[in-house]
């Protein structure tokens, strides 16, 4: 395999080392290229030659640098006229290159000039969304509400995201290349070559998020007052869409009480992992991150992410609470990493949501091909029982009242921790159920027919 065919597509940089003696040249090239920019993956091939080839020690390696742009004095003169010109403005956060400085100063930008704040696909813990500005996510489930903001919005100011699929609805929530007239589009970003490249923003700007960051917080603060208003109803229509309704009689586990109880109990520094499937939507709607660096979720519907994420993470960071949620295909995909936890003694909780399918999978095929469901219903093993197998704790939740008795025991217990989460196959996502999407769409079906 010519692997620097093979991986091209998905990394920033990819080469083969075909001289023991360049090692140090490329391992110091690969990393230096990994972080500088916009973050993201290399990848060095190493023929097997290269594993027993001998070669001297090299010179003195120095530890790589972060390279960022710095933004424009000119562009940051200009950001501040369209803003202070604006009506509905919106902030919108993501993308990688982030970190607890650059958070605290976009937070302090945000503040001054009372912004409403929204992230993107996944990036929720950039700012604490307790922050009486912050009004939700732009991605996959997002809230109507806050879908008609975007729309509504008079002026963008884009920080780090690339604005690809996820985050614009499948381009739709947004209209490429330019946004409509009424809207003005300010994008700050990390690489060059993202700017301009689906959407032509009015103002680009190509710099790093620390550096844009710490010079977005030494503006001059605009007058605000105009759209007092427009923030305070995002802020009403975000807390309505994570009000957790009342529970009605069931049998099964609510995923919507689960995590209500969790967003209440744990700490503001504990980190959630998650892996993809409908599942996450709970999650991600009725969970509130208060603190960086405490989601773990993958960006591009990667099944399996949430255990491996979960037992990084403590390895990283053993102080803190680490919850792993997976769906029940999604844990069978690496639900034999609980042997790496338990090898190194880790205390990590996961929460497999069981409903006997792909959740995901199956959720499409009633919407587009009703009375044809195949190949998504799983059976399961007793999850509890494999990680007993493992010497982890494991147990079952069947019922919401059952939950917390069996979280708090997980928080207590030295080992890693299962819990096995029952919950109604019929209820696919917090507002949608499977036999509402079947008999909607087989009634589309007959009306065709």
Known sequence: IDYRFMFAPLTKWVAEIDCASRVPELVSRAFQTAVSGRPGPVVLALPEDMLTEAAAAAAEIRHYKIVQAQPRPEDLIC???????????????????????????????????????????????????????????????????????????????????????????????????????????????????????????????NAGMSAFAAAAR??????????????????????????????????????????????????ADAILTNGAGNYTTWIHRFYQYRTFRTQLAPTSGAM?????????????????????????????????????????NLQIIVLVVNNSMYGTIRMHQERKYPGRVYGTELVNPDFAAFAQAFGAQGKTVARTEDFPAAFDEALTTQASSLLELRVDPDMITPSTRLSEIRLQATAHKYRET
């Not at 957790?244 to 967003?263: E, I, K, W």
């Not at 399996?304 to 792993?324: Q, W």
């Open 79 to 205: 950001l501040n006229a369209m803003l202070a010109r604006a009506q509905r403005p919106l902030l919108l956060l993501g993308g990688g290159g982030w970190d607890l400085t650059a958070c605290a100063d976009i937070t302090a930008f945000a503040e001054t000039n009372r912004l409403p704040t929204a992230v993107a696909f996944r990036f929720q813990d950039l700012f604490d969304n307790r922050n009486d500005l912050y009004i939700g996510d732009v991605g996959l489930g997002i809230n109507p509400r806050l879908a008609q903001c975007v729309r509504d919005a008079d002026l963008l100011i884009v920080v780090g995201p690339r604005l690809s699929e996820a985050t614009t609805g499948g381009y739709k929530l947004l209209q490429p290349p330019r946004l409509k007239e009424t809207q003005q589009l300010i994008h700050v970003h990390a690489d060059p070559e993202e700017l301009s490249r689906v959407y032509q923003a009015d103002l680009p700007i």
């Open 304 to 344: 399996g992410y949430g255990l491996p994420a979960a037992i990084a993470a403590k390895l990283r960071y053993p102080g803190r609470v680490v919850v792993a949620f997976a769906g029940d295909g999604c844990f069978l995909m690496y639900g034999q990493e609980l042997a790496t936890a338990m090898k190194y």
């Open 218 to 267: 030494q503006l001059d603060p605009v007058q605000s007052t105009s759209w007092k208003l427009w923030l305070s109803s995002a802020r009403e229509s975000y807390l309505h869409h994570i009000a957790v309704p009342n529970p009605g009689p069931t049998q099964f586990v609510d995923m919507s009480q689960v995590v209500m109880y969790l967003r209440d109990r744990l700490p």
